[in-house]
């Protein structure tokens, strides 16, 4: 089997947990495409993940438009789609904010793999500041919160990771489902 891994990272996150799935999927011939340095079709592949870090509530401008651009061809095979996020909960507004409706009820899975909030990943003094901003806007709603539910700071999710390249597995063994 053939996969393309489409991706964005801006401080890391993303990059270790596409690489984290591609371990999962040694038996299959797996090719990266990082769109800050290059852009791969969705063409000749038997499935395409695609996923990016979330920054003021957006994907990257760059996977917005390949979302964009390669929608029908998208339509055409085996697609997975995650993200990663500072505030984990908020990861289905994320979705139905960033991602075609089309593209979501195509895809095999739709997952969130968790985020990092580490001012040590920091590229600049901005990242830093939103990183401590984000980190203590966490820490400040479980002082709030009663009950069971806590806001937690989040970590890579490597069960999801897991997840997902079973749903990728499996859906190989489908035909590829045809958009209505
Ligand atoms: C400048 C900046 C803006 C961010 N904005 C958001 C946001 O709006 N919502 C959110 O949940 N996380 C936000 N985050 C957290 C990132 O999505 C999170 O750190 C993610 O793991 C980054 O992935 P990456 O390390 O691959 O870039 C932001 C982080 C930075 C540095």
Redesign the pocket.
Known sequence: MRILIV???????????VDLLKKELNSHEVDLCDLSERVLLPEGYDAVVLG???????LPPELAQYLKSFEEALLKTRLGLF??????D??DE?FIKNFQKSLRDHAFAVMPL?????SS????I???L??WY?RSNISRSEDHLEGEFRRVL?G?LPDQIGLLAQKLKASVQEPVREPD
């Open positions: 991706y964005m990272s801006h401080t890391g996150t993303v990059r270790d947990c990016g870090y979330i920054h003021s509530g957006k993200l990663c996020c500072g505030f984990t908020r990861s994320y968790g985020g990092r909030l580490r990943d920091a590229k600049s901005l990242d830093k939103i990183i984000m989040p890579i």
